[in-house]
């Protein structure tokens, strides 16, 4: 009887182990299904995608985190590439709510296509400055050095900002370059310098500062002819058209101008709008 009693009493266990589980899962199950909490639980956090030339990347990151430390539960996201490729992307339809051009013909396009939320304000410039690989192997002294057969010269494309600005330059020496590579943005130029597949390259004073010791820069009188000038807007459609403005004023004001500052961008010509 004793062996009787021990077998029923495990069973009645082994039942009431089972009913527990099945409750115990049906009341996961309830959760998962989507009751009010599961709803909060499930929400991301708000992302902010912020379309920027590549010069812009290093400051704008800090930004970023700058403004994410600011607004708990936003991401910001950055898609950083040659303007033109970013305007024509935002043209056919990518989903940008801030866009910084590193020139103006591109923004004009942007605005052309009736695609600017706000008038876009002009925030920073920069200037075009040789880069060489570190030693300057091909003793590279000025503009006029460029041309030589013997130099591997890399450009960014002529409808890339920098390049724009390497054509302004090149006409205002009066000398004629013959690039073995034109790249569609300056991060790329930089990197086949850096890399010592370039033997000079025609970048940004930003980018020569970033590179550290992996280049040096070479200063030139033209640049002067070819100052770049920065402006940023939000964009029409925008699923976050009040953070976007929110990011905009945070580029445009005290701290953004100190952080571009800080990277070696200069003040924008007019101040403003």
Known sequence: MS?????????????????????????????????????????????????AAASLQEPFEDLGEQFEADHEGVDVEFSFAGSSTLVGQIQQGAPADVFASANTSNMDKLVDADLQAADPVEFTTNTLMIAVPAGNPAHVTDLASLTGDEINLVVCAPEVPCGA???????AAG?????????????????????????????????VKKAGDGVEGIAFPESDSAVNTYPITTVKGSAQPELGQEFVDLVTGESGQQMLGGYGFGEPDTGGA
């Open 165 to 171: 600005a390497a054509e302004a330059v090149e006409r």
């Open 175 to 207: 000398v004629d370059f013959s690039p073995v590579s034109e790249e569609q943005s300056v991060t790329d130029v930089l990197n086949k310098v850096s890399s010592g597949e370039a033997d000079a390259g025609l970048v940004y004073v930003t980018d």
């Open 3 to 51: 062996a009787v009693r021990r077998s029923r009493a495990a069973v009645a266990c082994l039942a009431a182990t089972a009913a527990l589980a099945l409750t115990l899962g049906a009341a996961g199950c309830s959760t998962v299904g989507g009751g009010p909490d599961a709803a909060e639980g499930d929400a991301g956090p708000t992302t902010l995608t912020v379309y």
